[in-house]
């Protein structure tokens, strides 16, 4: 082997000085750097399979759905929510299948899958959507201030007119009429809001939040 001269052997001390400072440490570095691009790959690998797999069920949903079958909904949602609660598809199939289910006149699991939506859905906008349509359920069975209570909480601003609205039809049950012409009013006005903000057209619905508030007259 080639001999090292002085200004050689000087540098290589150094290295290895400087690797039994460092060495341990850059060592645990790289392994660590290591394992954590593994389990990145792992979760992504993992979040694919678990989407891939709700996607099936839910088309599966969305068959039952159309053809109005009402047990298939209802078993392959709880297999959905049973399997990968985590998704996205486990919001929507709980919604779809209450819808199915309240058409077949089972209310009680409607009420169940639009509760666990309403809890557990992984968006914003499922989760508004199921305290809605719970709310709607709930007025219809005359349970008035659990229906207020699913209608608490401040949804997304697309959301917050339909929700005073409900709020409106609730309060007006109750023989309420003053505070349901304030929900009514709220409504309309944050429909107009959203017309000027975003250009939304909610005229013909705007029309009969109008009419619900005119019904009430003078009501004080």
Known sequence: MAAYDLEEQ????????WWKMHGNLITAAVVAAAVAAIAWQGWNWWQRKQAAGASVLYTAVQQAAASGDAKRARDVTGELIDKFSGTSYAGMAA??????QADGGDAKTARAELTWAADNARDDASRDLARLRLAAMLLDDKAYDDALKQLAKEPAPAFVPRYDELKGDILAAQGKPADAKAAYQAALSKMDELARSEGAQLQPYRDIVQSKLESLGSAK
């Open 10 to 17: 000087e540098q290589l001390e150094e290295l290895k000085t």
């Open 95 to 100: 919604l779809l299948s209450a819808r199915v």
